[in-house]
């Protein structure tokens, strides 16, 4: 799929319809690279024609950034100046839809130290956190890529700029499901219906454990929060009843399951990108709901670092169903952005759980939903486990176990 003018337009109208769905009135706020200033028009303009009251361009720099942490004191980054929170209290006022353009390069922040990193995000979030708390489920938020010239050229190191950048916007094209033929709004109809309808299915059977195995080793049990939702493609905006799509592409249904409570060894089948660095080939073995030991060919250190991030780090927040069929497994390289690598397989994600899978719980603070079994970490990174094999079975309360994933697809 080559890209042309026409195309970038629909792509832009797909991120603003289906994904934000910006209704008549409501403010928006863009949040998109200064390099990309021509799709920021773009958007801006048909967020406009979508109806929007105003569009509030945000705009920033992987570069600027990196630079910041090079050259600035930690805290000096870390304070929230009150201009700064003066604009977080607005956004609670306003509630605008937020629409964020992935491009960064994936190496952007590399060799900058994990510490800094995280003290500084943990610091501004003590901060900002009651403010993020207070605009969740009432405000609807989409997060899209758009390939820049070193994104691609980490994708494919070996190809001249021009021609990687135009493998990696065929492969967004074709997992955002724009083909040149089908009107992408109605594929993303019902590629999200046919989500749902898998969540339901979940939903429906009330599973309390799911077992997986794979001959790669992977030998595991989670036990799932009884009243938690699986949920997945779309999510509603519980003010006005708007349905958006967080993530495009998206290809999971995930829930947070009960932090505290698995057991076995996780066996990893694709690289981990975790602050601009890889570690592959990596296993974890669980007890009592804790990483107690892990073992990778390679990034060893970084592995264990991650897992000691905070004191929650070690458990799981998230697990996920992705069918080997997915369109990004298919594209069968590494996107080195987890917006596309968690959309790639089945997979669990080890730190922060979805407090938004509870009933109400868009409501509650993060310390009320890790009390009702969602776990709480400064850190959420995913992890693939989907493999050509992979069995997946749901344990009901009576102990009925019913077939969920066979050879790494639904059963
Ligand atoms: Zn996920």
């Given at each position: 799929m080559k890209l042309t003018q026409e195309i970038l337009q629909s792509y832009a109208r797909l991120i603003v319809r289906?994904?934000?769905n910006v209704r008549p009135g409501q403010a928006v706020s863009l949040h998109i690279s200064v390099d990309l200033a021509p799709f920021a028009r773009m958007l801006t303009e048909e967020c406009y024609q979508a109806g929007a009251k105003k569009v509030n361009v945000e705009w920033s720099s992987d570069e600027i950034t990196r630079l910041h942490f090079q050259y600035a004191e930690e805290e000096t980054l870390a304070a929230v100046l009150p201009w700064e929170e003066a604009k977080a209290k607005q956004m609670v006022e306003d509630l605008p839809c937020r629409i964020y353009i992935a491009s960064e390069d994936?190496?952007?922040?590399?060799?900058?130290s994990p510490e800094k990193l995280s003290n500084v995000g943990r610091s501004r979030a003590k901060v900002l956190r009651p403010y993020r708390e207070a605009i969740d489920g009432r405000h609807q938020w989409v997060i899209a890529a758009y390939p820049s010239e070193k994104w691609a050229k980490k994708c494919?190191?070996?190809?001249?700029a021009e021609e990687a950048v135009a493998r990696l916007w065929d492969a967004v094209l074709t997992t955002v499901r724009?083909?040149?033929?089908?009107d992408p709004v109605e594929a993303w109809r019902k590629h999200t219906e046919f989500i749902s309808a898998k969540a339901d299915w979940l939903n429906a059977q009330g599973f309390r454990h799911l077992r997986y195995r794979s001959a790669n080793g992977t030998d595991f049990t989670v036990e799932l929060i009884p009243e938690a939702r699986w949920e997945g493609a779309g999510a509603v905006n519980?003010?006005?009843g708007a349905f958006y799509i967080p993530n495009m592409p998206t290809e999971e249904i995930f829930t947070s399951p009960l932090a505290g409570s698995c057991e076995g060894t996780l066996v990893s089948t694709k690289p981990l990108s975790w602050n601009g660095q890889l570690i592959e080939n990596f296993s974890l073995r669980f007890e009592k709901g804790r990483a107690v030991s892990c073992k990778a060919e390679k990034g060893q250190e970084l592995l264990e670092k991650m897992l000691t991030m905070?004191?929650?780090?070690?458990?799981?927040g998230e697990v996920a169903m992705v069918p080997k069929e997915s369109p990004v497994n298919r594209?069968?390289?590494?996107?080195?952005e987890t917006l596309f690598d968690e959309n790639a397989c089945c997979h669990v994600a080890l730190g922060h759980g979805f407090?938004?899978?509870?009933?109400?719980?868009?409501?509650?603070t993060a310390a009320q939903a890790k009390e009702r079994g969602v776990n709480d970490s400064i850190i959420h990174v995913d992890f693939m486990v989907g493999s050509e094999d992979l069995a997946i079975d749901g344990v009901k309360a009576d102990g009925t176990v019913v077939p969920v994933f066979r050879e790494g697809t639904w059963a």
């Open positions: 289906s994904g934000a994936p190496d952007a922040l590399a060799g900058i494919f190191p070996e190809l001249p724009i083909d040149g033929e089908q519980a003010l006005n905070d004191e929650c780090a070690n458990m799981l594209c069968g390289f590494l996107f080195y407090k938004e899978v509870l009933p109400g719980g868009n409501d509650l």
